[in-house]
């Protein structure tokens, strides 16, 4: 996962799953991390939402069963991004508050800060920008960058990016574009500088490209867009393939704002074609 392999990780998971569901592990820690395993590598390589749901929650229960409080954030992580996913913001806003009150009793200071960007993202789909911004500024002044290399296995997309990343855009919509570009800007930097290939793309798709967009900056969203286009493009792993159709619909966005509005419908459709 941390080598952003995702589709690699996937398929040993399945056949250590296949092995543990023949022996006798049933029950066991090895099947708990496999689960939860399985449920990060879905995330990105598949959209088959219920296995995703189900693979963190066998974790979720085993971990509780086995009283591992680790693997309880992750699956706790896991199944909040599920309701994210889904839409179901009321559902993944309890979860991020049941995962601080998890991290606040657990040794390792760094995970309470990702609870806070877990409430934030929540409260930002929620609409309460103010409560987001909240929660997104005290995860990024708590980051511990210490066991940064353990949090790209964990979860996927570097922590200190994510929070940048949800930041820009909530400051976007309370009408502070420069702010919000600051934002976007640095949560591409952290994660160039990390070279984690997944965090790169989550950066320029979700925060970098469209806040410069947005906020008509058709110069920086040229570079992203061609940096997405590289970045995704690094890898025939089809956790990418996504993060390179979101790129072809950008570039669409961009030749609209340049006033090639038939060219770029065309790249935008060819990318909602792509994505599905």
């Avoid at 590598?41 to 069963?65: C, G, K, M, Q, W």
């Avoid at 200071?109 to 911004?133: D, F, K, T, V, Y």
């Avoid at 600051?182 to 984690?196: G, I, K, Q």
Wanted: hydrophobic share 45%.
């Amino acid at each position: 996962m941390q080598l952003s392999l995702v589709e690699e990780c996937l398929g040993r998971v399945r056949r250590a799953l296949a092995a543990v569901a023949a022996g006798a592990d049933r029950g066991t820690r090895r099947e708990m991390k496999l689960h939860a395993a399985l449920g990060a590598s879905l995330i990105y390589t598949a959209r088959d939402v219920p296995e995703i749901a189900a693979s963190f929650a066998r974790a979720l229960e085993l971990a509780e069963n086995l009283d591992d409080a680790e693997y309880r954030l992750r699956s706790l992580w896991g199944l909040w991004l599920v309701n994210v996913i889904r839409g179901q913001h009321p559902a993944a806003l309890a979860l991020a508050e049941k995962f601080l009150t998890v991290a606040s009793t657990y040794p390792e200071p760094s995970h309470c800060p990702i609870g806070e960007r877990m409430i934030g993202a929540a409260e930002h789909h929620l609409g309460n920008q103010p409560g987001a911004r909240r929660h997104l500024e005290r995860a990024l002044a708590h980051h511990v960058a210490s066991d940064e290399k353990s949090h790209l296995v964990d979860f996927t997309v570097d922590h200190r990016v994510m929070s940048h990343v949800y930041l820009a855009r909530v400051l976007w919509l309370q009408g502070f574009s420069d702010q919000a570009m600051r934002n976007a800007e640095t949560s591409v930097e952290e994660a160039y500088t990390a070279d984690h290939t997944l965090s790169v793309c989550y950066a320029l798709a979700v925060a970098a490209c469209p806040v410069a967009l947005l906020t008509g900056n058709l110069n920086a969203m040229e570079r992203y867009v061609r940096m997405l286009l590289a970045w995704s493009a690094r890898s025939a792993d089809i956790s990418l393939k996504r993060f390179l159709a979101w790129a072809h619909s950008y570039q669409g966005a961009l030749a609209i704002g340049q006033q090639d509005s038939v060219g770029g419908i065309r790249l935008v459709r060819a990318g909602f074609d792509e994505y599905r």
